[in-house]
């Protein structure tokens, strides 16, 4: 089997009763609600996931404003988030000990999207990297902003991102600048995506 794992909203309109002229005007700005720019809290709303370069973002699906979810957010915090995001939980995570960059703990979700996490001193395990493959459901499955996941064209890929193609024992392989990675099924403009990934990286050739 083939492991790889790579290494605002718009507040709400407040409506204020017009007042006479000799009553002062009622302080609105507590009223206001206010992002506090932490993924866990705007993963409340209803949200997706979009895959980036060197971490994951959460789409707000009224309003399309994001949120990033960085590299270095330790395993405890981001397991229960993206339950929440996805609305169910993770399938499986586990230790794989036999990558080169030493032991990756990988959180798999249904979707297919897997989220590795590398131990650091004192123990903590935190988020490294990301890929994704083939669901095993018939569940939403994450794309990159532009909408690029499994299954799309080199074409539709090409005309996102200007990428660099090279042929190795995984098959068609290629790359981003900015550090997204994936293979395709064969080569030309009809080649369609079935892996994708970004960050430390474990991959068997």
């Known amino acids: ?85 996805f609305s169910r939980k993770v399938s499986n995570v586990g230790v794989n000990s036999e990558c080169g960059v030493g032991p990756l703990k ?33 569940s939403h499955k994450p794309t990159t902003m532009a909408g690029i996941g499994i299954g799309s064209t080199r074409a539709e890929l090409e005309s996102a991102y200007v990428i660099k193609g090279i042929k190795t024992s995984l098959g068609q392989e290629f790359s981003t600048s900015a550090g997204l990675y994936g293979i395709l099924d064969r080569t030309g403009p009809k080649a369609r995506i079935t892996s994708m990934w970004s960050g430390v990286s474990c991959v068997f050739r």
């Open 1 to 85: 089997m083939l492991c790889m794992v790579s290494c605002q909203s718009s507040p709400e309109a407040v409506q204020v009763p017009a007042s006479p002229a000799s009553m002062p005007k009622p302080d609105v700005s507590s009223a206001l609600p206010v992002d506090t720019a932490s993924p866990a809290r705007v993963a409340e709303k209803k949200q997706s996931v979009a895959l980036t370069s060197n971490a994951l973002q959460l789409v707000d699906q009224q309003t399309g404003s994001t949120k990033e979810i960085p590299l270095g957010m330790p395993l405890e915090q981001m397991v229960p988030l993206l339950n929440k995001v």
């Open 106 to 138: 990988m959180a798999s979700w249904s979707n297919g999207l897997t989220v590795a996490f590398q131990q650091k001193k004192g123990g903590d395990w935190l988020f490294a990297g990301w890929s994704v493959g083939a669901p095993a459901s018939n």
